[in-house]
């Protein structure tokens, strides 16, 4: 569309950028304004409106990009009566304009964002009710009549908002401080403890340093400083110097986060929300919970809501640092490398440099596990009991679908990083610092298993000699005689023993059979014939016999025969004698192993349920232990560091002997040093260890598993009626040897269940865990030696040096060599003695820590708030504030939010 001519007058409209207000109101939007527009018409004509008359609409194409908000969104801003947004999915630009009521000039305005940009804007002009078409316009004066002019405008996208600038909030005061060091030796002086320590572990020859001079003409103290460099003679000096360092925690402004959640209502509609907010526990054992454990720092971290909070809890668990109490308060101390220079200014400045790695990243570190603490949830219920949830009563009364963003509250934090003073220490090596210390030990007395329920074994006692009478008879058998009516009495035969004769007194003799074999009925089952048990003749005239030689076996249990011969005879006129025989059956080896082997599988049987719940006892009691002993909580580390501090001090008296009365070498320390402040580091490992055997098979651990009840002597479930630690269980594994064939590989393990938590620190390197103890403990317990830190009292700086000087304490070795200067020293140190530049430095120190214009310097934060520091960093000068940054942290608050979607292209207006 071209230039407007009417009545040879050229009709074009002027638009200026007439500027951006603040949003007035409770619907302000952060990072949002009003943004205005004036169009003109050159010519007015005779209506005055010239191109702007009513009944039509003017409007700015912007590009689509835009967030150009409605008025819709703004209700009782003056500034948006009579204006509209249109947008258009198949369309590049987005339109603000106005609708033109009364003739004249328009300003149109809209809300976009605050900041500025620039980019070529279109003006349309259309009659109500028909679409907008581009006509060309001037951009202000001096400008040719173009469809495109670059114009300014809102930037591109949504608003970034980082909050208001630090210098907003200077005067705020600290809610929260911690208080840290940073430990740097003093290389130069060969101090008699730890020289003596470094020649028995590296030469293991004596090393005598009584008498000895301060230029180490010595000639074992020559040899030993010739195997350390100028820094890593940090290990034998006896002095160093800890920089303290305050860290302050601001509370600066908050702000919403991106959204937690989303609701929607429809007209007319009510819905109750339920927020009930959880934090989320590091420890593998729900839905809701992943593993933190062992017990690392980052466990400790995820309970905390607060950075300062946070921090804290870092220092108290990280095991890299010294602890130090100062006036009641744990202070965590960083171990520096050693410095050849003995410049406070040098020192302070290294110290800064490692204060900031590290609190910059444990900062991070912290609100990153800070951030993960915190999780919402949102449901719709008609009906709950919960008394411990908000809730919330949301209402639509309007006749459109209202949706409602629910963002999280988000805090900035503001963090700075003081040096507040310097502080002359001596350094000592004490080894094994945890022998002394005891263990607790859980309580757990193990029940034994029910065995009444499992029925002990019926034996069948072995089968018995059975007695079995058999009826029998003698006949009456006569050989020769008239005795046809066996009336005579007979005996046995002289002429044969088998015989009975009865000689009368007339005739011939009467000769009967005196011999008989019964032959005996089958024995029964599962017996064999034993022996006689009597012979019964019922009161018959008979004598026999039935174990003659000429018998044989009798009765016969091959043959199953009885032998029986009389030897006196009657048988008052009966063919038979009748009688009674008796016979033992015994039974036979079959049928006693029979019941044998029934009785011993019926005891097996016994003994093998009474050991599959012997196996179950012992395992559950194992488990039962293994998850008691991991859940044991910590005791609090200031209570286990105030342990530790004593014991190490207590292992510094013993070791120094002053005097023959440990006590009044005590009180000669704590004069000079400040022993409630002193400070130590352990290391687990020796400077030389002795080489450990490789585990075999009879390798037991520190704390090995109770055998089992039918391995012990003890038959109870699992010995020991109290648990110190974890157990350990030595194994093998399958490896392949030097020539390729299967070998044992012995490892000495510790012992976990699906129950247990992570196993501590040190588990897997065989250390002895103390239950109720911290990874600061477990090292200190297992530690080879720590090094004790002792600052020195302040203004006793000299004092402290000259006592130290002495013969029995650390002696002069090193003192009058030449100090070898380092850049950034002051002129002073030049061309003195190792000794004069430390007698230099304390006194400068005695001077500053004595002066109380740097104490109140240490404390002007307190009163005079956050002044804020250009940059962010710069290397520290004694007292002054040298770090400073941000850190954003989640809260447990959620604000629901309106908000609008465009129904075509789905995107937020």
Same mark, same amino acid.
């Given at each position: ?491 046995? !035969? ?268 040190? !588990? ?146």
């Amino acid at each position: 569309m071209g230039d407007i001519v009417r009545g040879g007058v050229v009709h074009v409209l002027i638009v200026t950028f007439a500027g951006r207000t603040a949003i007035p109101g409770p619907t302000a939007g952060t990072g949002y304004s009003i943004w205005s527009y004036r169009v003109d018409s050159t010519n007015p004509g005779p209506g005055g409106g010239g191109e702007l008359n009513p009944g039509q609409r003017v409007a700015l194409g912007l590009p689509r990009q835009v967030d150009v908000r409605g008025p819709d969104q703004y209700p009782g801003v003056p500034q948006l009566d009579g204006t509209f947004v249109l947008r258009d999915a198949a369309s590049s630009r987005v339109y603000a304009g106005r609708q033109i009521t009364s003739p004249g000039p328009q300003t149109i305005s809209f809300v976009a964002p605050s900041v500025d940009s620039s980019y070529e804007m279109l003006v349309a002009k259309a009659p109500q009710g028909q679409s907008l078409a581009s006509v060309p316009y001037l951009a202000g004066t001096g400008t040719t009549p173009q469809t495109l002019q670059v114009m300014t405008g809102p930037m591109a996208g949504a608003p970034v908002f980082n909050g208001r600038p630090p210098a907003d909030f200077t005067g705020t005061l600290p809610y929260a401080s911690e208080l840290f060091g940073v430990y740097q030796p003093l290389a130069g002086w060969f101090g008699q403890q730890g020289a003596l320590r470094a020649a028995r572990g590296l030469a293991g020859e004596p090393l005598a340093l009584e008498g000895a001079s301060g230029g180490l003409d010595e000639e074992a103290l020559v040899a030993l400083a010739a195997r350390f460099d100028a820094l890593a003679q940090g290990v034998l000096s006896p002095v160093g110097l800890v920089n303290l360092f305050r860290q302050y925690f601001f509370e600066f402004d908050t702000f919403l986060g991106g959204p937690a959640g989303h609701l929607w209502i429809s007209p007319g509609g009510t819905v109750e929300v339920v927020e009930s907010g959880t934090r989320r526990t590091l420890i593998e054992q729900s839905a809701e919970q992943s593993e933190e454990s062992s017990r690392r720092v980052e466990e400790s971290l995820t309970e905390q809501d607060d950075l300062a909070d946070a921090v804290k809890e870092d220092n108290a668990n990280d095991t890299n640092l010294g602890v130090s109490a100062s006036g009641g308060v744990d202070t965590g101390v960083y171990h520096a490398d050693a410095s050849a220079s003995f410049a406070l200014q040098t020192t302070v400045k290294r110290s800064s440099e490692q204060t900031h790695k590290h609190t910059r990243t444990q900062s991070a570190k912290a609100t990153s596990e800070i951030k993960r603490n915190f999780k919402t949830t949102f449901k719709t219920v008609t009906e709950t009991t919960d008394t411990t949830s908000r809730r919330y009563v949301v209402q639509n009364t309007t006749d459109e679908l209202v949706n409602y963003e629910l963002r999280r509250k988000m805090r900035k934090v503001g963090v700075q990083v003081q040096h507040i003073g310097a502080r002359l220490s001596w350094q000592v090596y004490l080894d094994a610092p945890g022998r002394a210390l005891g263990l607790g030990e859980l309580v757990h007395v193990v029940t034994a298993p029910d065995l009444t329920a499992v029925p002990k074994p019926e034996i069948t006692p072995r089968p018995a000699d059975q007695q079995v009478t058999h009826h029998l008879a003698v006949p009456f058998v006569l050989y020769q005689g008239a005795d046809d009516e066996a009336e005579n009495t007979y005996q046995t !035969s002289s002429e044969n023993i088998n015989h009975g004769i009865f000689r009368p007194d007339v005739g011939a003799n009467d000769i009967i059979e005196f011999r008989f074999d019964f032959p005996l009925p089958p024995p029964p089952p599962g017996c064999v014939l034993k022996k006689i048990g009597m012979l019964d003749f019922h009161g018959a005239q008979v004598r026999f016999t039935t174990d003659a030689a000429d018998l044989g076996v009798n009765p016969d249990p091959a043959t199953n025969v009885l032998k029986v011969r009389l030897t006196y005879a009657n048988f008052e006129g009966r063919k038979f004698l009748p009688f009674d025989a008796v016979m033992v059956y015994a039974p036979t080896p079959e049928s006693q192993q029979a019941v044998d082997a029934a009785n011993a599988a019926a005891q097996d049987a016994y003994d093998r349920r009474i050991a599959a719940l012997q196996h179950e006892a012992y395992g559950a009691a194992v488990r039962d232990r293994l998850r008691l002993v991991s859940g044991m909580r910590p005791r609090p580390s200031r209570d286990l560091r105030d342990e530790e501090r004593q014991t190490v001090y207590g292992h510094l008296i013993r070791k120094l002997r002053l005097f023959e009365d440990d006590h009044l070498g005590s009180e000669l320390i704590r004069q000079i040093f400040d022993v409630d402040e002193m400070l130590y580091f352990v290391a687990p490992d020796y400077w030389r260890p002795s080489a450990v055997p490789a585990p075999g098979p009879d390798s037991t651990g520190k704390y090995p598993v109770p055998p089992p009840p039918w391995n012990a002597q003890d038959p109870a479930v699992l010995g020991g009626q109290t648990v110190l630690t974890w157990y350990a269980h030595t194994d093998a594994s399958n490896v392949l040897d030097e020539q390729q064939h299967p070998a044992k590989q012995w490892r000495v393990n510790y012992l976990v269940t699906e129950h247990t938590r992570p196993a501590p620190l040190g !588990s897997s390197l065989g250390w002895l865990i103390q239950a109720d103890g911290d990874e600061r403990r477990n090292e200190f317990v297992n530690a080879a030696w720590a090094k004790a830190v002792l600052p020195v009292r302040p203004g006793h700086e000299l004092e402290a040096l000259k006592w130290l000087a002495q013969a029995n304490v650390e002696g002069e070795a090193g003192l009058a060599l030449p100090y070898p200067a380092q850049p950034g020293d002051p002129p002073a140190y030049q061309g003195k003695t190792v000794g004069q530049v430390l007698d230099l430095l304390a006194s400068d120190l005695q001077a500053a820590n004595t002066d109380v214009t740097r104490t109140l310097a240490t404390e002007e934060v307190f009163e005079t708030g956050f002044d804020p520091l250009d940059g962010g960093f710069r290397p520290a000068a004694p007292y002054q504030v040298f770090d400073q940054w941000v850190e954003v942290l989640p809260t447990d608050q959620v604000v629901a939010v309106q908000v609008r979607y465009d129904p075509k292209t789905g995107q937020q207006l």
